[in-house]
């Protein structure tokens, strides 16, 4: 007997929904701490610079979690605000964007600590509009990308998977640079 589902998971009620945010919350917290212990440990004189056989470096990991996670929890929840172009301009979306390719001069892009500090501000101001939303909200329908349930919460659930993932290539290209794990 076939006990795998090909269908989608039902949709949560908004008090489940609640529940799950809250989860979401926390997971999307852990993976920021880990991504930061990654980054602090790491040279910032490293962070444009890509190791033989690999398509990207950390300054492009970094901003593109910025540019991925104001999508998903602030854009996607919220819509575009007044602020948001100076938040997220448009060239930094065209640098750091899903279909952007890393630019190894360090010149041409922000530096780590405007990087990091973008990084940090939206991380922020994400966290302030998930503790705003209202859990029926999150029951709105959006377009992919999203995890699971193809709504707003589906987004907030996929932000730490995303963030997971760009963890592990910070670590592989940590370990590409000669440096040792950190955990």
């Known amino acids: 007997m076939n006990t795998t589902s090909?269908?989608?998971?039902?949709?949560?009620?908004?008090?489940?929904?609640?529940?799950?945010?809250?989860?979401?919350?926390?997971?999307?917290?852990?993976?920021?701490?880990?991504?930061?212990?990654?980054?602090?440990?790491?040279?910032?004189?490293?962070?444009?610079?890509i190791p033989e056989g690999l398509p990207t470096h950390i300054a492009w990991q970094v901003g593109h979690l910025t540019v991925s996670q104001y999508g998903l929890l602030m854009f996607r929840i919220r819509g575009r605000q007044p602020d948001d172009l100076d938040?997220?301009?448009?060239?930094?979306?065209?640098?750091?964007?899903?279909?952007?390719?890393?630019?190894?001069?360090?010149?041409?892009?922000?530096?780590?600590d405007e990087l990091l500090e973008r990084f940090a501000k939206v991380h922020a101001d994400s966290l302030q509009v998930l503790s705003e939303v209202e859990p029926s909200a999150l029951l709105e329908p959006i377009d992919m990308p999203y995890a699971a349930f193809p709504n707003k919460l589906?987004?907030?659930?996929?932000c730490p998977i995303h963030e997971g993932i760009h963890a592990g290539q910070l670590g592989v290209l940590r370990r590409a640079h000669g440096l040792k794990s950190v955990r």
């Open 87 to 112: 938040l997220i301009p448009s060239r930094f979306r065209k640098a750091y964007g899903r279909e952007s390719a890393p630019n190894a001069d360090p010149s041409s892009q922000p530096s780590p």
């Open 6 to 49: 090909t269908s989608p998971p039902a949709i949560p009620s908004p008090s489940d929904a609640a529940v799950m945010l809250r989860g979401a919350i926390g997971q999307i917290q852990f993976a920021r701490n880990y991504t930061l212990e990654l980054l602090e440990n790491t040279p910032r004189d490293l962070w444009f610079t």
């Open 154 to 158: 589906g987004a907030v659930l996929f």
